[in-house]
């Protein structure tokens, strides 16, 4: 390959997406990935991969923060310290990226989502929105749509429509924005709690569905001709790999095929420390990497993406001098603003005559209402906006995670040994997940202190959950509750989120902001094809761009956005280099 | 664990005093070769499976016996974590590359912090070796005797102690953090696969029936209410599969 025409950082979901639409519109495209090669017979092989210590306790696929990690603090009070240890999320490296190890809960965003800002003042007031920093996405659900169906189709995506061009489809989510057809595969089997869950679910009017999932129901051959192998709900998913050609990931859905195009290479154990730039700053030259020997090394490019992850793709911007810092104390600046995240809850459920077997699983089997989520409800007088899904997503209970006993019951000893015995067959949890809108004070940028093994400055954190959050949280643990409470269990145990926004307990990887999209070059930092405003041959995907996050897992979206970006460079920028707006 | 526990040994790369193999770091090109990489398949290393301590000196051995045998205690329902093995387990683990903190981001300053920003201690082993001389010290001081000469319920009052946050320990490690890891690394001990030296005889999947290491449920999905009828098995097999 002569000098290629496109340079992707990070190769997961997103760089593959982009690889595979750029080497098909013909471009010569090379990948930089800082982790290794990885593949399902090498790395999650069925002989092994079943191994709760190595890959979620020991971090066998995860970053590794030894190496880089970020500072963390509440609020600006506070000192930001180095997130020491993993926790609260799991950002992957290697090829594949947290695509390899992710749960495969594939959603869309409501219509509504896209509107945050608008949709809500135009129905409860712009007091309802308060000092909110909320903006609407410049693109709509109907911009989407069939790149949403495309990335459903790459994955093989199990599941049941509620709405096709507007009809209603039993079993489906009613709430759902228009689907232009039926999921590419049925819905999973399902297991007996998410289905004690559905049933309780129903008799209290709300309207339970099948979780949409990238875990296959059949064997099935997507439209790049690559083949997937029937789930077996091994429970051994998300935190995971997939033995068995089931899980889509990079691996099981665009590589066979994309490894053979001779427009592609891919390098690995190299990491881009920086976007360089040319003397107009206006325009990017290449990107600088440290290869495997700690050599730096210049690779120069047409066209730069990133496509390291939100939070490395903020901090490639912050650390190359791309775009206005975010400034919290003036509200001006954009690189950094709108960090947001997902927050959590659960409710467990205890039977005494009922085994559950709950370590039966796969990453998105489950069953789930939607009744409370974005604005499917009516908010008045209920001190918030925004809302979440309720369901029970049976992942597998692997026992060092997942052992969970009723309130009141100690952490060990006799008594705790007794509960777990008894307990852990006949147990469902249900979780909540909710959004997290866009605060002044919640944002990312550069610590002052403390540095990564190259001797660069940590991203900095700083965020916390607001009343918003907490509110709608424990509005949403409440529902849950009432359905736990018809659900006939001998204990009901909820577990609200409380206080303080922690680093420590996992919770999701669906961080999201700091690179937001919109129409205003002076509050946003890509425009709506997700080009720089500053550079206009950097295009920046990943969840970086959400002005704000919604109820549902991020992945689907920004897929979905990592589509209609490569479309409109084949079929515009190509054409004209430059800006695209 | 007793080597007879392995059916398939051969299959496992074994390390010593369970390091795991370091993973080579070197750059790859790839390039329109449908070949798989010459990669090594990533098999896991099993710990030493010989008797007796690597990091543990006699005497720190005596206080995680003492207080793993609290933890999780040998009863009617079945084995502890003494004789699962997880203090073996915990040895390996801190004579390894999480004991050295491989995945832990070390480098100072270490103020004073919140609670929310988790971890502001030094890598497992020195956590470990920090703590349980304050630990026993504190024992002597509050209850009169070395922890593992305390009665069982005096022993309960000092682990209690350590998990509230109530015991001050003298030399630096915070009673919570210490007491936080010892009950994640036992859980880990009597839960992980016995590969790793700990849940020996898959006797905390017994407890609680999970099957282990299968990959294929399938035919359980929708038997729903019916007890799994396959009794559980580990990455190496189980025993019984090498007996005739
Ligand atoms: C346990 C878990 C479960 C999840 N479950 C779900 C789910 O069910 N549904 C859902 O929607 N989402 C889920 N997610 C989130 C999902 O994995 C991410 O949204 C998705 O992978 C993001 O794609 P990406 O391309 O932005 O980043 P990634 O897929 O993570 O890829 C980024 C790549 O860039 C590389 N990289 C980073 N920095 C550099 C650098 N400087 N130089 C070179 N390379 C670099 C990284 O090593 C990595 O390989 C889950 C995540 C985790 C961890
Ligand atoms: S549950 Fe299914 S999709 Fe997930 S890892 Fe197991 S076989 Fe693969």
């Known amino acids: 390959m002569k000098n290629p025409d496109v340079v992707l950082i990070g190769f997961g979901w997103t760089g593959a997406i982009m690889a595979e639409r750029l080497t098909a519109a013909g471009l010569n495209v090379l990948a930089i990935e800082r982790g290794g090669w990885r593949d399902t017979p090498n790395n999650f092989a069925t002989t092994f991969d079943q191994d709760e210590l190595r890959y979620m306790w020991r971090h066998r696929l995860f970053e590794n923060v030894a190496h880089d990690t970020l500072t963390f603090r509440n609020n600006t009070s506070q000192v930001a310290l180095p997130m020491r240890r993993l926790g609260s999320f799991l950002p992957g490296t290697g090829v594949g990226g947290a695509g390899v190890h992710w749960n495969g809960q594939v959603w869309r965003f409501l219509p509504s989502d896209f509107k945050a800002l608008s949709h809500n003042r135009e129905r409860y007031g712009q007091a309802a929105i308060g000092d909110m920093t909320i903006a609407d996405y410049p693109v709509s659900y109907d911009d989407l749509e069939k790149h949403y169906d495309t990335f459903e189709y790459l994955c093989g995506v199990s599941g049941k429509a509620g709405n096709l061009n507007g009809a209603i489809q039993p079993g489906g989510n009613p709430f759902e924005g228009p689907r232009s057809r039926e999921y590419p595969n049925p819905p999973l089997d399902m297991t007996y709690g998410p289905m004690l869950f559905a049933k309780a679910a129903q008799e209290a009017g709300y309207h339970p569905f099948v979780h949409p999932a990238a875990n296959m129901s059949r064997a099935y051959t997507n439209p790049l001709g690559v083949q997937m192998g029937e789930c077996t709900y091994c429970g051994f998913c998300e935190k995971f790999g997939c033995g068995n050609y089931s899980k889509a990931s990079p691996q099981a859905t665009i590589l066979p095929v994309l490894m053979r195009r001779p427009n592609f290479k891919l390098i690995t154990h190299c990491e881009v420390t920086r976007i360089e730039l040319d003397s107009t700053r206006k325009r990017a030259t290449g990107v600088t990497y440290v290869d495997d020997k700690g050599k730096e090394r210049f690779q120069p490019a047409e066209l730069v993406m990133l496509t390291a992850y939100i939070l490395h793709n903020v901090r490639l911007l912050l650390l190359s001098g791309i775009g206005a810092p975010y400034d919290p104390q003036s509200g001006t600046g954009v690189i950094g603003k709108n960090y947001a995240y997902q927050i959590t809850s659960s409710v467990n459920v205890f039977y005494d005559d009922k085994i559950t077997n709950p370590f039966i699983g796969a990453g998105a089997l489950g069953m789930i209402i939607d009744d409370f989520n974005g604005d499917n409800f009516d908010h008045s007088g209920l001190g918030f906006i925004g809302g979440g899904y309720i369901g029970v997503v049976n992942t597998g209970a692997r026992p060092i995670e997942t052992h969970p006993v009723p309130k009141g019951v100690p952490a060990w000893g006799a008594e705790w040994k007794k509960a777990v015995a008894r307990n852990y067959l006949r147990m469902v949890s249900i979780a909540t997940h909710g959004a997290v809108m866009s605060h002044r004070g919640n944002y990312l940028d550069l610590d002052p202190t403390y540095k990564d093994a190259f001797g660069r400055p940590l991203l900095r954190m700083t965020f916390d959950y607001t009343d918003n959050e907490h509110r709608m949280s424990d509005y949403l643990t409440d529902r849950a509750t009432d359905v736990a409470k018809r659900m006939g269990a001998r204990d009901v145990s909820p577990k609200k989120r409380t206080g303080a926004y922690s680093i420590v307990p996992y919770q999701t990887t669906h961080n999201t902001g700091g690179a937001m999209m919109g129409d205003d070059p002076r509050t946003s930092a890509v425009n709506r094809y997700l080009q720089s405003w500053d550079v206009s041959n950097l295009f920046v995907t990943g969840s970086a761009v959400y002005p704000q996050n919604a109820g549902y897992n991020p992945t689907g979206t920004l897929a979905a956005l990592a589509y209609w970006s490569a479309d409109a460079v084949v079929n515009r920028y190509l054409k004209a280099p430059g800006p695209l707006i | ?244």
């Open chain 2, 1 to 244: 664990m007793p080597p007879s526990d392995f059916t398939r040994r051969n299959v496992l790369a074994t390390g010593t005093a369970g390091l795991a193999l370091a993973q080579a770091v070197k750059a790859d090109t790839y390039q329109s070769d449908p070949k798989l990489p010459p990669a090594e398949t990533d098999r896991p290393a099993a710990a030493d499976p010989l008797h007796g301590y690597v990091f543990f000196s006699t005497a720190e051995a005596s206080f995680i016996e003492a207080a793993l045998a609290r933890l999780i205690p040998k009863d009617e329902l079945g084995p502890g974590a003494v004789e699962a093995g997880v203090a073996v387990f915990i040895d390996r683990q801190l004579a390894g590359p999480y004991g050295q903190g491989d995945h832990f981001y070390l480098k100072g300053p270490f103020p004073k912090s919140e609670p929310t920003q988790g971890w502001q201690a030094p890598k497992p082993a020195e956590v470990y070796r920090q703590a349980i001389p304050a630990v026993e010290r504190y024992a002597k001081d509050s209850a009169g005797a070395s922890f593992a000469q305390l009665s069982p319920e005096k022993q309960d009052t000092v682990l209690k102690a350590l998990e509230s946050g109530d015991a001050k320990l003298k030399g630096g490690v915070e009673a919570k953090t210490f007491f936080a890891l010892l009950l994640q690394n036992t859980m880990e001990g009597f839960f992980s696969d016995p590969l790793y030296g700990g849940n020996r005889d898959m006797a905390g999947w017994k407890l609680i029936g999970f099957p282990g290491a299968r990959y294929n449920n399938r035919p359980y999905v929708l038997r729903h209410g019916e007890r799994y009828p396959l009794p559980p098995v580990a990455i190496g097999g189980r025993p019984d599969w090498s007996r005739s």
